[in-house]
Every structure is written in structure tokens, then in C-alpha cells.
């Protein structure tokens, strides 16, 4: 019984990683522009697309197999950084002074448009990602699958790699200073288009891992993959609190170990909707999440 539950929570944090990836790109946004990036969920099934395309021509010409996954994750993440980037310059940027509706609105028309180009130019199935996931290392060790130990390993050195670069670096500290307040960082000289586009390509690029690293684990890719990988990451973000880049982690991790242990305990019926259950008592409770802070607006 103990066994069981000691790989149930290490299955759990493997996914609960997954979601803390992604909700990490929704927190930054949000955290910036004070918008719900809805198409986040759609750079998470690029990632997940365009990772297993790279590999499959890296194939044809280099051998080595290993190197070929490193290289199509990196080459991957960074095209998907550069859509997130895009997709703010032509989407968000114009309606930034907007009311808050609008460009939620738009996230969500960028969402369907990726979505079905997806569908219409690639495939309407669901795609084996065997290539990939299968040179993964086969075993366990304590009860953790190799595949979710490396998974979990390398979103964890990401989430200190992303913390030092916001507190140590001059770019980190540029984000911050424009999440506090955009009017007074511009004044003291810094680019907010710039750092507004590096948030987003720092999102996708994390989203785009976060895809590659389901489609590894699960071994199948669909075109609507997202959607609720998406809204559960989004719970987490909020259930974290939204804003805050420790909060996005912890509450990755929450949401899927509870939803592993919902799953392995009651009824995979009824784990989605519990996990719905708490997003809609932590906006009643408490809003703000775990670790966020109770914003006071001035009137």
C-alpha cells in the first residue's frame, strides 16, 4: 500500500512539473500585463508539434539519436518563443490600453486560429509520439520512472535557472521593475515593448517545453492536446497565485499530485472536476492564491 502510494506521488509530481511549466507562462503574462494569455494553452501543443517534426528531420541526417532530442527541443522552444513573440506584436500590443475584455478576447481568437491550423495542415488524429518517448531510459528508481525523474529534473533546474536570471540579471530585474509599474520602469529607461516580448518569449519557450515533456510521457500528441493541460496549469496559476513565479510551481505541483491521487483513490471521473472544484474555492476563499499578495487598488 505504501509502495503504491510513494509512485502515485512521484507520477503525481512528474505531472504536477508538466503544469508548472505552463503556468509559469501564464503567471508571467498575467504578472505584466495583468492579461490571461489564453492562447498559452496552444504554444503548449506547438512545443509538443514542431519538437517531434525537428526530430524526424534531424533523423534523416544525424544518427545519433539522443542528440537529435536535445537539439529539436531547443530548435523547437526557440521557434515557439518567437510565435509567442509574434503573437503579442500582432495580437496583444495594439490593445494594450484597451479594456481588460478585449484582448482576453483576442487570446482566445489566437487560440482557436492555432488550434485549427493544426488541425487543417498537419493532422485532425492523434499522432504516436513512440519516436520519441521510447529512447527514453526504461526502469525505475525508487519508484520513480526514469521518464518522469528526467522530466521532473530538468523542470526543476529550469525554475531555479528562470528564478536567478528575475533576481540577478539585468533583464530579470527590468521585468520586475515593469511588473510593478510599466509608466515609472519606461521613465527610468527601460524598453517596455522589449521586456513585454521577452516575457512572452520566456513563456512560450517554457509552454513549448511543457508540450514536448507530455507528448514524451504520454506518447500521443492531439491537436486539442492543450485545452486542458492548459486550464489545469491555469488553476494552478491561480491557485498559486496568479503573479507569482514561486506560486505558478507550488501550485503546478499541488494540482497534480492531487489529481494523480484523485485518480488512483477514487474515480478518474471525477479527478477533472474536483481539480475545477478547486479553482472555484480558491477564487472564493482566497483569490489571491497561496503566495500571492492582495492587490490594493488606489481610488
Known amino acids: 500500500m505504501f509502495e503504491f502510494f510513494v509512485i502515485q506521488l512521484f507520477n503525481g509530481i512528474t505531472l504536477g512539473s508538466i503544469y508548472a511549466l505552463i503556468a509559469l507562462g501564464y503567471t508571467m503574462v498575467y504578472g505584466i500585463l495583468f492579461m490571461i494569455n489564453f492562447a498559452h494553452s496552444e504554444i503548449f501543443m506547438l512545443g509538443a508539434y514542431i519538437s517531434l517534426g525537428f526530430f524526424i528531420l534531424l533523423s534523416t541526417i544525424l544518427p545519433l539519436l539522443n542528440i537529435n532530442i536535445l537539439l529539436s527541443v531547443i530548435l523547437a522552444s526557440t521557434m515557439v518563443g518567437i510565435i509567442g513573440i509574434t503573437i503579442e506584436f500582432i495580437a496583444y500590443r495594439p490593445l494594450r490600453n484597451s479594456p481588460r475584455l478585449t484582448p482576453l478576447i483576442s487570446a482566445i481568437s489566437v487560440s482557436i486560429i492555432l488550434q485549427n491550423i493544426v488541425f487543417?495542415?498537419?493532422?485532425?488524429?492523434?499522432?504516436?509520439?513512440?519516436?520519441?518517448?521510447?529512447?527514453?531510459?526504461?526502469?525505475?528508481?525508487?519508484?520513480?520512472?526514469?521518464?518522469?525523474?528526467?522530466?521532473?529534473?530538468?523542470?526543476?533546474?529550469?525554475?531555479?535557472?528562470?528564478?536567478?536570471?528575475?533576481?540577478?540579471?539585468?533583464?530579470?530585474?527590468?521585468?520586475?521593475?515593469t511588473s510593478q509599474d510599466r509608466n515609472t520602469a519606461s521613465l527610468m529607461g527601460i524598453n517596455i515593448n522589449n521586456v513585454i516580448s521577452l516575457v512572452f518569449f520566456i513563456g512560450a519557450f517554457l509552454g513549448a517545453l511543457g508540450g514536448f515533456f507530455y507528448g514524451a510521457y504520454y506518447s500521443m500528441i492531439r491537436y486539442d492536446m492543450g485545452f486542458i493541460p492548459g486550464i489545469k496549469a491555469f488553476t494552478a496559476a491561480v491557485v498559486g497565485g496568479i503573479g507569482s513565479i514561486p506560486g505558478a510551481v507550488v501550485g503546478g505541483f499541488l494540482i497534480g499530485i492531487f489529481e494523480i491521487f484523485v485518480e488512483s483513490y477514487i474515480s478518474s471521473a471525477y479527478k477533472d472536476v474536483i481539480v475545477y472544484a478547486i479553482l472555484i474555492l480558491t477564487l472564493l476563499l482566497k483569490p489571491e492564491g497561496i503566495l500571492g499578495e492582495r492587490s490594493i487598488e488606489k481610488i
Do not use: C, H, Q, W
Not at 485532425?124 to 525505475?140: E, V
Not at 526543476?156 to 536567478?164: D, G, H, K, S, Y
Open 120 to 177: 487543417i495542415f498537419v493532422s485532425s488524429y492523434a499522432i504516436p509520439y513512440n519516436t520519441i518517448s521510447d529512447l527514453f531510459p526504461k526502469g525505475t528508481f525508487i519508484g520513480f520512472e526514469y521518464k518522469g525523474l528526467i522530466i521532473t529534473l530538468i523542470t526543476l533546474f529550469l525554475m531555479v535557472i528562470l528564478a536567478l536570471f528575475l533576481s540577478k540579471s539585468k533583464f530579470g530585474i527590468a521585468i520586475r521593475a
